[in-house]
């Protein structure tokens, strides 16, 4: 009974899900292009106050952190480490797929650089690779003191990161050449996730911006150029005409 019971168990137990994931190269179907127009890219008033902003901050955050005691800094390193207490790395290969694995942000680089390699197939794993971003261009090297004593937190990666991979075989590298992954990696290849859209149309919205703009500009001339008895009210420069003194 006892040795049924236990059949029953382990058959109606679940697999176990994988701790990454690996997204196969993205297609042009899945990654449709949509054709914006020119107006699309216009800056904006908030735009060029959001950019003001950001620098701003970028500023007085350089300018103050030579101020900063060893206490401040560890004291805002552990409000950091609360908040983002995992960092999700996506390792880009240049065939454009995928290797995606979620990490304690108290990790070190070289714990993403051991999930790589042994993501890797058996020839492969023997090949030096890099870890990088760009742009600007930064490489995470496990022989960089300022890089390999820092957690994932310190290094800025989290919450989340993309990280570019480079073999020291070049041939590794070409764009037309699969990841080189291990089988078992590459049997649980998955589509990337449909990326949400947070714009509607914009020409539709410009439009609508423009009408609403055009509406109040109108009742606002309309307002002032009417006395309270109901006369129109002209303009002294336009009754007089632009060469009238």
Do not use: C
């Amino acid at each position: 009974m006892t040795d049924s019971t236990n059949a029953n168990t382990d058959s109606t137990t679940a697999p176990e899900k994988p701790s990454f994931r690996y997204f196969r190269p993205p297609t042009s179907a899945q990654q449709p292009r949509n054709e914006l127009p020119d107006h699309y890219f216009d800056v904006t008033a908030a735009d060029v106050r959001a950019q003001q902003a950001m620098l701003t901050a970028r500023r007085d955050a350089l300018h103050n952190a030579p101020l900063r005691t060893a206490a401040m800094r560890e004291a805002e390193d552990r409000k950091r480490r609360a908040r983002w207490p995992q960092t999700t790395i996506r390792v880009k290969f240049a065939d454009r797929s995928a290797l995606e694995k979620t990490f304690p942000s108290t990790d070190k680089i070289k714990s993403v650089y051991a999930f790589v390699r042994g993501s890797l197939r058996e020839d492969v794993k023997p090949i030096k690779f890099v870890l990088y971003q760009s742009p600007p261009k930064r490489e995470y090297k496990v022989s960089d003191p300022k890089v390999r004593d820092l957690s994932l937190v310190e290094l800025d990666l989290a919450p989340s990161s993309v990280l570019m991979i480079k073999f020291e075989d070049d041939r590794l590298n070409q764009s037309d050449v699969p990841a080189p992954l291990d089988a078992s990696v590459l049997a649980l290849a998955e589509d990337f996730p449909t990326p949400p859209v947070f714009d509607t149309d914009p020409k539709a919205d410009k439009d609508d911006e423009k009408g609403a703009s055009g509406s109040r500009s109108r009742a606002n001339l309309e307002l002032a150029g009417k006395k309270e008895d109901g006369e129109r009210k002209y303009p002294k420069w336009l009754k007089l005409g632009p060469s009238a003194k």
